[in-house]
């Protein structure tokens, strides 16, 4: 079926190609891809489902395989989409290779049905690929986040509060803005240098992480200014929030080297049902329940 010279052609190719009948029997298999694939012997004229898991038999590349023979359907299946479809393996180093995969129907010059399996090795592309995810994502990360406490900032904190333009809260419930005012934190910092100061707004962000629940979003708007966004809260369960970040900034403040440090915390929040004005406006009015605990111990959460 294949020629000496054209066979010559083949064995010199850095791709993969091999030639499978009605039967998915590899009738011929070109050297790149006969010492990548899983040791057999003889390699010709097994089944080529047979080298592979047996959950290949009903993935994807099996029904491209019977698309090419039994309708002539040509298709190319993408390793981002479907993984790598053979399990190929570099014959130096043993490492695992990703491949994409183009499947081609081919007619004999007698009738007879067979599929063409075109393999390209594009593990280095692969990589860099997912490489640069992994720096897109990384950048993304540090473009929404602050660098000193890992929390989100406020870009950050204004997409989420964006998204609440179009998710109301579940009934029942309501969103809230919580400002916190570190009280004293200059007096840290003077007494025991910025380094030691740092290391207590590390403390503050580890302590907002423990005490807010998984939907809400903790933030440090810079310096010693943060803020909770609260998602699907109650007043009581806001109320709660606010004691434990209390508690938690009294322990720290008692953890701190030396004697005599005022550090406190006030805390003030708005809920609401809706989004009827921008971030600012929002935090205007949470700033000012925040003073108003401040200077005449009003409720530390009050409605919008």
Not at 40 to 53: N, T
Not at 61 to 76: N, P, W
Request: hydrophobic letters at 45%; one cysteine or more.
């Amino acid at each position: 079926m294949i020629s000496s010279g054209l066979f010559r052609l083949l064995g010199v190719l850095s791709t993969g190609l091999c030639l499978l009948d009605s039967r998915h029997t590899l009738v011929y298999a070109n050297p790149w891809l006969a010492v990548r694939l899983p040791p057999r012997d003889p390699l010709l004229g097994c089944c080529l489902f047979d080298l592979l898991p047996a959950e290949a038999r009903q993935s994807r590349l099996a029904r491209a395989i019977a698309e090419a023979i039994e309708s002539g359907m040509s298709s190319r299946l993408s390793a981002s989409l479907n993984g790598s479809p053979l399990p190929l393996t570099d014959p130096i180093s043993g490492q695992a290779l990703t491949v994409s995969v183009a499947v081609h129907p081919f007619l004999s010059d007698d009738g007879q049905r067979f599929c063409v399996l075109e393999l390209i090795d594009i593990t280095l592309l692969a990589e860099k690929e997912k490489l640069l995810r992994q720096q897109a994502a990384s950048l993304n990360w540090q473009a929404c986040h602050d660098a000193l406490t890992e929390l989100p900032n406020r870009r950050y904190l204004e997409q989420r509060f964006q998204e609440l333009v179009f998710r109301p809260p579940t009934e029942g419930l309501c969103h809230g803005l919580v400002v916190i005012d570190l009280d004293y934190f200059k007096e840290v910092n003077d007494r025991l240098g910025h380094a030691q100061g740092d290391e207590l707004l590390r403390g503050i962000g580890a302590l907002l992480k423990g005490a807010v629940r998984g939907s809400d979003v903790p933030v440090r708007l810079g310096g010693d200014e943060f803020v909770i966004l609260l998602l699907d809260c109650t007043a009581e369960a806001a109320e709660r929030i606010c004691g434990q970040i209390r508690q938690g900034v009294e322990a720290l403040r008692e953890g701190l080297p030396g004697e005599g440090f005022r550090l406190a915390v006030t805390l003030g929040g708005v809920l609401f049902k809706t989004v009827g004005g921008s971030l600012d406006a929002t935090m205007r009015a949470a700033d000012q329940a925040m003073y108003a605990v401040k200077h005449s111990g009003q409720a530390a959460i009050r409605w919008l």
